[in-house]
């Protein structure tokens, strides 16, 4: 599976912004999908998973009710909408592919993004 983020850019607090991943494979839809992040001198966090058909989404504490991840299967593609953005939200944002595992554990996914950065003014 090859992932392509998109969607990043600089935002004012407050604001909004919708992530796309659009992947390529025929894994794509067997596959649970994840948004982390990372921010400069930070590791890399899980931010929001969704499972292969999209029953059952999982977020981070720090985005629940502000973000929410979605995929279309049929466009092998998995977003995340980012509201009511804060400073803190500001780092480069990844998205992955698993097949198997703990779905909010980076360790779990098999392939990833390349990274977009999101950027929130205050």
């Known amino acids: 599976v090859q992932l392509q983020a998109s969607g990043g850019g600089l935002v004012q607090a407050g604001g909004s912004l919708r992530l796309s991943c659009a992947a390529s494979?025929?894994?794509?839809?067997?596959?649970?999908m994840g948004w982390f992040r990372q921010a400069p001198e930070k590791e890399r966090e899980f931010v929001a998973g969704?499972?292969?058909?999209?029953?059952?989404?999982y977020y981070a504490d720090s985005v629940k009710g502000r973000f929410t991840i979605s995929r279309d299967n049929a466009k092998s593609t998995v977003y995340l909408s980012m509201n009511s953005l804060k400073p803190e939200d500001t780092a480069v944002y990844y998205c992955?592919?698993?097949?198997?595992?703990?779905?909010?554990?980076?360790?779990?996914?098999?392939?990833w993004g390349q990274g977009t950065l999101v950027t929130v003014s205050s």
């Open positions: 969704i499972t292969a058909r999209g029953g059952s989404t």
């Open positions: 992955a592919a698993g097949l198997g595992g703990v779905l909010t554990n980076k360790r779990a996914y098999d392939y």
């Open positions: 494979g025929r894994t794509f839809s067997r596959s649970f």
